[in-house]
C-alpha cells in the first residue's frame, strides 16, 4: 500500500460524458501527478500539481482539466469523452516540489476508466 | 530523454536471481537510470535508480556499465510475488515526468 488513495476503482461512462476521478495524495506529499496508461501508448505524464498549484503540464488534451485543493487532495476532470479515452489514470505523490528528480513518485492503485 | 530498451519477456525461477537487462546507449550525463515495476493493473512501484554506481536497496541491486550505455537489474532472491512488468527508463536530473514503453514482463516460476 503506497499510502495514495484512488476514487473511484471502476468506472464506466458513455462517449461524450464528463467524469472526475479523485486522488488523495500520501501524508505529508505536496506534490501530485496524474499519469494515463492505455495499452497501445504505455505510460504518459499527464500534469503536476505543486502545493494547490499547476507545475508541469505534459501530454493532457484540453479537453481533460485538473486541480489540486488546499487539503492537497486532487481531481482530474474529463469531458466530453471518446472511446479512445479508456484507460487507467494514475495519480502517484511526492513530498516536494518539481524538479526534484530523486523524490520517488508514489503510484495509486488508478480508476479504470471504460467509455462505451 | 534517452530511449531506452528491454527485452519483451524472461522467466525465472523462484528462489534463483533474476537479471533484467537494459540498453541506453544514447544516454546523457545528467541523465539517471530509474527501474519501477507493475504488477498486473496495479500502480507502478519504483526500485531503485542511479547515476553510474551500481546501487542496492531491500528491493534490488543496480549495476551500470562504465560507458553507462546499459545496466542490470537485479533480484537476488525471486519470490511469486515479483512477477511483473519491469519498467528501465532514464530521466534528467530536473526533470521527474515519467513515461514507461513496454517493459520486460517477468514471470517466476515456482
Known amino acids: 500500500d503506497s499510502g495514495v488513495t484512488q476514487t473511484p476503482k471502476h468506472l464506466i461512462t458513455a462517449t461524450g460524458q464528463r467524469v472526475t476521478l479523485r486522488c488523495s495524495p500520501r501524508?505529508?506529499?505536496?506534490?501530485v501527478y496524474w499519469y494515463q496508461q492505455s495499452l497501445d501508448q504505455g505510460l504518459q505524464f499527464l500534469i503536476q500539481?505543486?502545493?494547490?498549484?499547476?507545475?508541469a503540464k505534459g501530454n493532457i488534451l484540453e479537453r481533460f482539466s485538473a486541480q489540486q485543493f488546499p487539503d492537497l487532495h486532487s481531481e482530474l476532470n474529463l469531458s466530453s469523452l471518446e472511446l479512445g479515452d479508456s484507460a487507467l489514470y494514475f495519480c502517484?505523490?511526492?513530498?516536494?516540489?518539481?524538479?526534484?528528480?530523486?523524490?520517488?513518485?508514489?503510484f495509486g492503485p488508478g480508476t479504470r476508466l471504460t467509455v462505451l | 530523454d534517452a530511449k531506452t530498451t528491454q527485452p519483451p519477456s524472461m522467466d525465472c525461477a523462484e528462489g534463483r536471481a533474476a537479471n533484467l537487462p537494459c540498453n541506453h546507449s544514447?544516454?546523457?550525463?545528467?541523465?539517471?537510470v530509474y527501474w519501477y515495476r507493475q504488477i498486473h493493473s496495479q500502480g507502478p512501484q519504483y526500485i531503485i535508480h542511479?547515476?553510474?554506481n551500481n546501487e542496492t536497496n531491500e528491493m534490488a541491486s543496480l549495476i551500470i556499465t562504465e560507458d553507462r550505455k546499459s545496466s542490470t537489474l537485479i533480484l537476488p532472491h525471486a519470490t511469486l510475488r515479483d512477477t511483473a512488468v519491469y519498467y528501465c527508463?532514464?530521466?534528467?536530473?530536473?526533470?521527474?515526468?515519467?513515461?514507461f514503453g513496454a517493459g520486460t514482463t517477468v514471470t517466476v516460476r515456482a
Open positions: 502517484a505523490s511526492s513530498p516536494r516540489l518539481a524538479g526534484k528528480h530523486t523524490d520517488t513518485q508514489y
Open positions: 501524508s505529508g506529499d505536496l506534490s
Open positions: 500539481y505543486y502545493n494547490g498549484e499547476e507545475r
Open positions: 544514447t544516454i546523457s550525463g545528467n541523465e539517471y
Open positions: 542511479g547515476l553510474k
Open positions: 527508463i532514464v530521466i534528467k536530473g530536473n526533470d521527474y515526468k515519467l513515461s
